[in-house]
């Protein structure tokens, strides 16, 4: 009888799918490991978030049971990652659920079902602990399942509570299975048990019960669905039926550990530091992986600081390791080569996510770069001053200024014998924090302020209404009156002033006494933290709280903003459509003259991809759709496939904003009634605004006009200047170009002859140590002229050995340095020679053996660093 196969991940996936789908199950995809319809999760981190509304619904809902395997991202454990055999941060979790349906028994049955009949384990070696309160669940495994009471382990809330996910919803009590590995993988002790935190008794399977609701204030009431939640994390089931000493040792992880070594010469990668890092860097790089592939980029806030915290915790250890080149991305591609069996669309968007990730690692290798050299300084500078502890100021500096990770000055300030004041770094972070609130505070009233004060907005309505004055404010204090010429904040009790939210600037208008007298001009429109209107303007006449008035709003202005914002929603369609899905807003502004983008995506825009933007916007405009707005609940307005902004906090109930077919977004701001009042659509500029952020701006209406109108003037005077039609520019441009590159391949030419005669000169005047011709010239020359002297030089015959330098536009030095392909041998190197060079110079540099350039921050010394070339080579040649 042939040797059983051994389960792979892949093989593991599949079986637990097959089986519940025999139990009745639908089988349906994870969601999103970025919910980008729920901006209230960082992360996806449970299978069973996209199915809290199942839990509490009162009405139909589309499953009773289902199954799936739920990628998860986690964070909150960065620092056990690499240590400990089961601590992940992107990690696959196989659930199956009931809302409604089945309950305990089922689950458990079923859970003991798959484990030792599906997955062959061992039932003498199956623990299980139930909530210290469940005797039913503890009598289903004594009395259904047969399990030996000895067993069945009973655990306090801290253990075997679960939820809820978010801080409110679904929770309950969870029994959870565990496999007794032996004792050789215990820690020893009497008390060694389930529960442990030794890796003798492995929890491979969560069986949650949700049966109660809980509110964000702590309360619980019975859940309308009460079920089941399942999770066994497939890494930890893989390294059990795989029978292997960790996670990372499963098919899992191996490729992409071993991908990881190849990188790696002179440290041991099979125990201690050295697979510790192996493994952080492969783990993280399945989290960054997964994030990129769904349109998360790495950035400073919200989900992208995660991602940038995760991929500079990878780099770091690549630093350990001795690794001084990119490899992130081909670490990324090996991921990707392990996964996209399950995942098939990872293939479709490897180009993208090993870009991201690529440029991600060069972007913090220079910040690292620059990091060390001011390190270096403030050490240098505490010896001098004879002191031991690097202040908080300093570290703080690092830190805002450079972007330095605080953990590495530690780590390597405390290698060089120095200790740090963290509780200084500690007090300038609050200290900044204070700074950067005080504007916002002082913008606007307190809330003490404004107790009690109501306002109703009704600008989707009406751009103008009579009302009364409810509240006044002037230089920040509530107050009865306003008197001319005073400037302050107005609330009315029903206001037709949009105030500045989701990017849409704040209205501007006016308030009229009723007699038609100008008593306000509004000069801009905010908010309350309590989502009052504030118009925020100058008293043009005496002004009192009661008082009946006008409110008019700029209407022209308005309607500027109008036609943007909606262009906006079509804009972000657009987007979506030509370059993917994974494109998702990161700011806007919604004003009159233009509106502005921000979205995520990883590569500058073509000029097609641009054009197929403007065309595809343009033709909804001409399509004349109509706009509906509805409020509805968030659940629902989800269900239908809404997009919400990240980062935005909604209530029960949203307004969601249709465009025909073609957009549907949350959204509060105001539009237009009709696409076709938006009129031509132009996009100015596309830009970078950080990593992985791209920049669309874009004007609309009576801008537009003016723009096309501008530029067919313009057309028509270049047309003018070089004498063709406006349809033939471009050809006598190319023509001129073409000109240009001509002339300018005679001077290269020309300059290449005098470059010759340089060359000869400084051969002629070369000093000989032994039987080299050492040559070392300070010259008024670019960059590209010195490197060209330099092939010339060592083209030129015989032993040469050629520094050159020159002081750059920016005020710096740069070297560059020659050594014959025939003085290698003699211990004589270009990057050597230009090193010792540059450190005269204040720089750093080196190449290769027969080229190397430099560069330094004191161009004053360059002709003192020059100097001292013949004796360099002199000491080399000699030995000393």
């Not at 010896?383 to 590495?408: H, I, M, Q």
């Not at 033939?728 to 000109?739: E, F, H, S, Y």
Request: hydrophobic share 40%.
């Amino acid at each position: 009888m042939g040797k059983k196969k051994k389960l792979t991940s892949d093989d593991l996936r599949q079986l637990f799918l097959e089986f519940f789908r025999e139990k009745g199950h639908p089988i349906l995809p994870g969601s999103p490991l970025a919910p980008h319809d729920d901006p209230t999760l960082l992360f996806n981190t449970a299978g069973m978030v996209q199915f809290k509304p199942y839990y509490v619904a009162r009405g139909p809902i589309p499953y009773r049971r289902a199954a799936t395997v739920q990628p998860c991202l986690r964070a909150s454990d960065l620092e056990s990652v690499g240590v400990t055999s089961r601590h992940h941060t992107f990690f696959e979790m196989l659930g199956n659920f009931s809302f409604g349906d089945y309950f305990k028994e089922e689950a458990i049955l079923w859970a003991w079902e798959f484990s030792v009949d599906r997955l062959g384990l061992d039932p003498e070696r199956i623990w299980v602990s139930v909530f210290e309160d469940d005797d039913e669940a503890a009598e289903i495994w004594e009395k259904k399942v047969g399990l030996d009471p000895g067993r069945i382990v009973r655990l306090g809330a801290k253990d075997n509570f679960w939820g809820p996910a978010g801080g409110s919803g679904p929770c309950g009590p969870c029994s959870e299975l565990y496999l007794d590995t032996g004792e050789k993988n215990g820690c020893g002790s009497a008390g060694c048990a389930v529960g442990c935190d030794c890796d003798r008794y492995l929890e491979y399977w969560n069986l949650v019960f949700p049966q109660y609701d809980q509110a964000v204030g702590g309360e619980r009431s019975p859940l309308a669905n009460r079920g089941i939640d399942t999770g066994m994390g497939l890494e930890r089931l893989s390294q059990i039926v795989q029978a292997v000493p960790t996670n990372y040792d499963t098919d899992l992880f191996v490729p992409i550990i071993e991908t990881v070594r190849r990188f790696v010469s002179g440290v041991d990668t099979t125990a201690g530091e050295g697979l510790a890092a192996c493994r952080v860097i492969a783990d993280h790089m399945r989290a960054l992986v997964f994030a990129v592939h769904e349109g998360v980029m790495p950035g400073n806030d919200g989900r992208g600081y995660v991602l940038r915290r995760i991929a500079r915790r990878a780099l770091l250890r690549a630093n350990r390791l001795g690794i001084a080149e990119p490899m992130l991305h081909v670490v990324a591609d090996a991921v990707i080569d392990r996964m996209k069996s399950a995942y098939p669309g990872l293939e479709e968007t490897r180009e993208r996510v090993t870009g991201t990730i690529r440029a991600e690692e060069e972007s913090f290798r220079h910040t690292l770069d620059q990091g060390l050299d001011h390190l270096r300084e403030v050490l240098d500078r505490c010896e001098r001053e004879s002191t031991k502890t690097v202040s908080g100021a300093d570290l703080f500096r690092l830190y805002d200024t450079y972007g330095f990770p605080l953990e590495l000055t530690v780590e390597l300030a405390e290698a060089k014998g120095f200790v740090v004041d963290s509780d200084g770094f500690e007090a300038a972070m609050a200290e900044q924090r204070k700074r950067s609130r005080w504007s916002v505070e002082t913008d606007s009233p307190a809330e003490e302020d404004l107790d009690g004060v109501r306002s109703e907005f009704v600008g989707y309505e009406t751009e103008e209404c009579v009302t009364d004055v409810v509240a006044l404010l002037h230089e920040g204090k509530r107050v009865d009156a306003l008197a001319a010429g005073d400037e302050g904040i107005v609330v009315v009790g029903r206001s037709p002033f949009y105030g500045e939210s989701g990017g849409q600037v704040g209205d501007t208008g006016a308030l009229y006494s009723e007699g038609g007298e100008l008593l306000f001009d509004v000069k801009d429109t905010g908010r309350s933290s309590g989502d009052l209107p504030l118009l925020k303007g100058k008293a043009r006449g005496a002004l009192r709280v009661g008082e009946t008035v006008r409110a008019a709003v700029d209407r022209g202005r308005r309607g500027d903003i109008r036609r943007n914002h909606t262009a906006t929603h079509l804009a972000h369609r657009a987007l979506r459509e030509v370059l993917g899905d994974h494109v998702h807003q990161a700011g806007s502004l919604v004003a009159p003259d233009r509106l502005r983008f921000d979205f995520v995506h990883h590569a500058r825009m073509a000029a097609e991809e641009l054009r197929r933007v403007e065309r595809i916007v343009n033709g909804n405009i001409l399509d004349d759709l109509p706009l509906e707005t509805r409020i509805t609940t968030f659940e629902e307005a989800r269900k239908t496939g809404a997009m919400a902004l990240f980062g935005e906090k909604y209530g029960e109930n949203v307004r969601m904003v249709s465009v025909g077919d073609v957009s549907r977004e949350l959204c509060g701001g105001t539009h237009v009634s009709r696409t076709g009042e938006i009129g031509p659509f132009l996009i100015v500029s596309e830009s970078a605004v950080g990593s992985g952020i791209r920049r669309i701006e874009a004007i609309t209406g009576r801008d537009a006009l003016k723009r096309i109108e501008s530029d067919r003037s313009f057309l028509a005077e270049a047309a003018e200047r070089l004498r063709v039609a406006p349809a033939d520019v471009v050809d006598r441009i190319d023509a001129l170009q073409g000109k240009i590159e001509r002339l300018e391949r005679e001077l290269a030419k020309a300059r290449k002859s005098v470059a010759g005669d340089v060359a000869n000169e400084l051969l002629d005047g070369a000093e000989l140590v032994d039987d080299i011709r050492v040559i070392a010239a300070l010259l008024e020359e670019d960059p590209a002229t010195l490197k060209g002297l330099i092939d010339k030089l060592r083209a030129g015959g015989g032993a040469v050995v050629a520094v050159l330098g020159t002081r750059s536009a920016g005020g710096k030095a740069f070297l560059v340095a020659g050594v014959s392909d025939n003085l290698v041998g003699r211990g004589i190197r270009a990057g050597d020679l230009a090193g010792d060079v540059a450190a005269k110079i204040g720089g750093r540099g080196g190449g290769k053996p027969t080229f190397a350039q430099a560069g330094g921050k004191e161009p004053e010394k360059l002709a003192e660093a020059l100097a001292s070339v013949p004796d360099l080579v002199r000491q080399i040649v000699s030995g000393g």
